[in-house]
């Protein structure tokens, strides 16, 4: 597609389930990246992936949370156990590798009740 | 890990120049960037500049960069009541996979 597509764009759920959020980022684009918003901690990088190598983790905040890429394409957040420190916006964003270019999808929204 | 920061509120009339300023610590910063986010919108990229610069302009919009105080700023000029929104400024280089580290924003408020 033309931009970078997240899904689902909203998702409620009961503290303690897993949840799975996707991101689909524009073709050719070979490096993803998650990042975290939330109203008390600003913009949080999560995880990036570029091209075929070992993702670089350094951002996630606990062990709960993981994240894949298959195929060099779609990549799927985790989160298990949700926590209520967890609700916050999730964007994924995508990049040609180099130093500019990256576009930011819209974003699911978290809410962990 | 390395710091960026952003007063968190502007004020301005319409028809006036913004400037959101932001400074930075990572020494090994290659590249710098704005981020426009309007409510309940995404993250825009409105420009980006290399380290090894110390002045671009795009249409309304200057940045400015001095390297050696670390310091980044954006002009808006001819401010308009669209340009409300949320400004990040952002660092990244290339030892980290160009991954952003962002200020927590600064709220612009354009008043008629």
């Known amino acids: 597609g033309a931009g970078v597509s997240q899904s689902p764009s909203n998702k409620v759920t009961e503290k303690g389930k897993d949840v799975e959020l996707r991101c689909d980022p524009i073709s050719g684009h070979t490096a993803l990246y998650w990042y975290r918003q939330s109203l008390g901690q600003g913009l949080e990088f999560l995880i990036y992936?570029?091209?075929?190598?070992?993702?670089?983790k350094s951002g996630l905040p606990s062990d709960r949370f993981s994240a894949e890429r298959t195929g060099g394409s779609v990549s799927t957040l985790t989160i298990q156990r949700t926590q209520q420190e967890d609700s916050a916006v999730y964007l994924c964003?995508?990049?040609?590798?180099?130093?500019?270019?990256?576009?930011f999808g819209s974003g699911t929204r978290l809410t962990v009740v | 890990g390395e710091d960026v920061e952003q007063s968190l509120f502007l004020s301005v009339r319409e028809g006036d120049s913004s400037v959101i300023n932001c400074t930075y610590t990572d020494s090994s910063s290659t590249y710098l960037y704005w981020y426009k986010q309007e409510p309940g919108a995404g993250l825009q990229l409105l420009t980006y500049i290399f380290s090894n610069m110390d002045m671009k302009q795009d249409q309304r919009l200057t940045v400015l960069l001095n390297k050696k105080d670390k310091h980044l700023s954006l002009r808006i000029a001819d401010t308009q009541t669209g340009d409300s929104a949320i400004y990040f400024c952002?660092?990244?280089?290339?030892?980290?996979?160009?991954?952003?580290?962002f200020g927590k924003g600064t709220s612009l408020l354009v008043t008629p």
């Open positions: 952002a660092d990244a280089n290339s030892n980290s996979g160009y991954a952003l580290n």
């Open positions: 964003a995508s990049s040609t590798g180099q130093s500019y270019g990256y576009t």
């Open positions: 992936f570029q091209g075929n190598s070992a993702p670089d």
